[in-house]
């Protein structure tokens, strides 16, 4: 474990994402409901605990994009590309060669993905994301193959703009995510970086229950 943890749990880094995110949105003027239709859109199931605190202090819906990495058989931390449930895709620039072995490491990460939004579906409120300000949340960011998917999986969708923001990522990924958004919000950029367990004291597996529980909560707090 990092000898200095940067955040105690999500709970707490959820918070200070969400003191971040509310200033840029005073910077810019664009709190009042008038202006912006927000939408916090979360990468579950990691990224459900840091993006209630940013859903209650803007008053929004909270969503998820379910997304998952596509890895290699001898390396599964490590990520070759990304899917969404519903089917967008991207890879690192090198593809793998081996057409089957593409097509099935493909499959099986979509389908982790269509199973996972499965139990998360009655949780996820009947929302449109057209015409929002989308603000794409997780946990931290490693390789960022599953935030540059649900990025685009989000773009398609003829959102107002989007916005990543996460508590912690490498340092050169930053002109990455900027590329692929309006504006990224990082509120750490260590290095070295090696994980993002390693920079919260607890950060334990967020299991499906907590998940979808994240999800109603935020729910009936609108209604």
């Known amino acids: 474990m990092f000898s200095s943890p940067l955040f105690d749990n999500r709970a707490d880094a959820g918070e200070k994402l969400a003191a971040a995110v509310f200033a840029e949105l005073e910077k810019l003027n664009l709190t009042s409901p008038e202006v912006v239709k927000p939408i916090v859109y979360a990468l579950p199931r990691g990224g459900l605990p840091i993006a209630v605190p940013i859903a209650r202090l803007l008053g929004c819906a909270l969503d998820v994009v379910v997304a998952k990495k596509i890895t290699r058989p001898d390396n599964l931390e490590y990520a070759i590309g990304a899917v969404t449930a519903d089917g967008e895709v991207v890879w690192q620039k090198q593809k793998p060669r081996n057409l089957r072995f593409q097509t099935l490491a493909l499959q099986q990460a979509q389908d982790q993905a269509q199973s996972l939004l499965a139990d998360l579906d009655a949780g996820c409120p009947n929302v449109s994301a057209a015409g929002a300000l989308a603000i794409l949340v997780d946990d931290g960011i490693a390789t960022g193959m599953t935030m540059?998917?649900?990025?685009?999986?989000?773009?398609?969708?003829?959102?107002?703009?989007?916005?990543?923001?996460?508590?912690?990522?490498?340092?050169?990924?930053?002109?990455?995510?900027?590329?692929?958004?309006?504006?990224?919000?990082?509120?750490?950029?260590?290095?070295?970086?090696?994980?993002?367990?390693?920079?919260?004291?607890?950060?334990?597996?967020?299991?499906t229950e907590v998940a979808l529980a994240c999800l109603r909560q935020q729910t009936e707090w609108r209604s």
Do not use: G
């Open 148 to 207: 540059a998917v649900a990025a685009q999986a989000l773009r398609a969708q003829q959102l107002a703009a989007l916005w990543i923001c996460v508590p912690v990522a490498p340092q050169d990924l930053l002109k990455f995510l900027e590329e692929m958004c309006d504006r990224a919000i990082v509120l750490e950029t260590p290095d070295p970086f090696y994980s993002v367990s390693r920079f919260y004291a607890e950060f334990p597996q967020v299991e």
